[in-house]
């Protein structure tokens, strides 16, 4: 990875999704990037930083990000904005704009649980997860796969009002199912 000197910026490079595809903008920032981070891009366009991917062994960061206020980016606001749409060749883009498949794993009546989840970016400790619209999970640790496709497990304890107490009926209800592993 390359060193990196207090003055110098951070090179990244941004990632959005609008109207099903991907889009990129490269830009310097003062400091390196982390989930939950605003960018300006524009007057009164701020991004939030979802995901920071940084790609060993270059170091070449990529941060996939979403819009402030949760609304969606056309593809005219993205170009607006100094977004070009990315080609399948551009990898880097790819890889971080790909959904992460998660099996989310939680303890409940001397048991173990999981359901198989699609997240839209890497999952992260602290990320909660609402499963059926109804319980939430908080995820403290994450076991990743082999290279960027695999399935990730993701270890997380109920959260609210009940949460030492769910049960395996609860459980099922909630999809998730006994985890043997």
């Known amino acids: ?5 207090q003055a110098d910026p951070f090179g990244v490079r941004l990632v959005i999704e609008a109207e099903g595809r991907t889009w990129v903008r490269d830009l310097d920032l003062p400091f390196a990037p982390f989930p939950g981070m605003g960018v300006r891009v524009g007057a009164y366009e701020v991004l939030n930083v979802v995901t920071v991917l940084v790609d060993d062994p270059d170091g070449a960061v990529t941060c996939v990000v979403v819009d402030d206020d949760g609304g969606e980016f056309t593809a005219k606001k993205c ?3 100094g977004f070009v749409e990315c ?5 880097r883009a790819v890889r971080a704009a790909f959904p992460v498949r998660v099996s ?3 303890f409940a009546s001397d048991r173990q649980w999981s359901k198989v989840c699609t997240l839209p970016f890497a999952p992260f400790e602290g990320l909660r997860v609402r499963m059926n619209g109804e319980k939430v999970l ?3 640790t994450i076991v ?7 399935e990730v497990e993701c ?3 109920f959260e609210g009002e009940g949460a030492d107490t769910v049960t395996g009926d609860e459980c099922e209800a909630l999809g998730l199912e006994r985890d043997y592993r």
């Open 1 to 5: 990875m390359r060193s990196q000197d």
């Open 79 to 81: 170009a607006s904005l």
């Open 87 to 91: 080609g399948l060749s551009d990898e």
């Open 104 to 106: 989310v794993i939680t």
């Open 138 to 140: 908080k995820i403290f």
């Open 144 to 150: 990743a796969g082999a290279d960027h496709r695999s």
């Open 155 to 157: 270890y997380a304890g």
